[in-house]
Structure formats: structure tokens, C-alpha cells
């Protein structure tokens, strides 16, 4: 993510909106060795976010909690994952069986889905 658009995206957050989304989603973090490697969140049929620490990238973290993810929306009976992707981010997501489903926003994000099995 070029880091003008990280710095966009930070700048929007709050600690109150933070607070609410730590109530309102469902959290998980990754850790290797006792140091956290990443984290996602889901939201009914949403993932809300995933994110993989650099350090810890094509190691297997995002794959895993994004295959984590699924498996826990397909037994909740949801049916297709609907997100958000950045545009660095895109290609990991076509890689797993996503498609863009709509053109890319004002905010720089691609609307993606996957239908579950």
C-alpha cells in the first residue's frame, strides 16, 4: 500500500471508533513465537479486515486466517464472503477464489466476493 494512502486510511481512525468495532466484530490475531503476525475481523457475511505484519508476510498468516474465516462463515451458514480490497492487496484475493464485483471506489478499494461451498 503506497504510504500516502496508509496514512489516509490512519488518519480516518479514532479511538472510539476503534472501541466500537472491538464490540461489534469478531477479532482474531495470529501470533508466531508470542509476537503477532496478523489479525483479521469478521462481520456476518463481511470480512471487516485482514492484515499480515511485513515481517511475516508469505509465510502463510493471511491465508490462514482468511481460510479460518470462511470455514467459521460457512458453519454460521453464510453463503458468500463480500470485502473490501486494497489495490495491493487484490491480487491475494484472486489467487483464493475472489472476484471484484463492482468498480474500484473513490477511497481506493475494490469490492470483491467469494461464493462459499
Known amino acids: 500500500m503506497p504510504v500516502a494512502e496508509a496514512q489516509a486510511w490512519a488518519a ?17 490475531v495470529a501470533e508466531l513465537d508470542g509476537i503477532v503476525a496478523g489479525w483479521g475481523a469478521i462481520r456476518g457475511d463481511w470480512l471487516e479486515g485482514l492484515y ?11 491465508a490462514g486466517l482468511l481460510e479460518m474465516f470462511e470455514r467459521l462463515m ?3 451458514g453464510i453463503r ?7 489495490s495491493n492487496a487484490m491480487a491475494f484475493y484472486l ?13 481506493g478499494a475494490w469490492p470483491i466476493a467469494k461464493e462459499l461451498l
Open 12 to 28: 480516518k481512525l479514532t479511538r472510539a471508533g476503534m472501541e466500537q468495532k472491538l464490540r461489534e466484530l469478531e477479532v482474531w
Open 52 to 62: 499480515t505484519d511485513p515481517e511475516f508476510a508469505r509465510r502463510g498468516v493471511g
Open 74 to 76: 460457512c458453519e454460521q
Open 80 to 86: 458468500a464472503v463480500r470485502a473490501e480490497a486494497s
Open 95 to 107: 489467487r483464493r477464489g475472489y472476484r471484484a464485483n463492482g468498480p474500484q471506489s473513490p477511497n
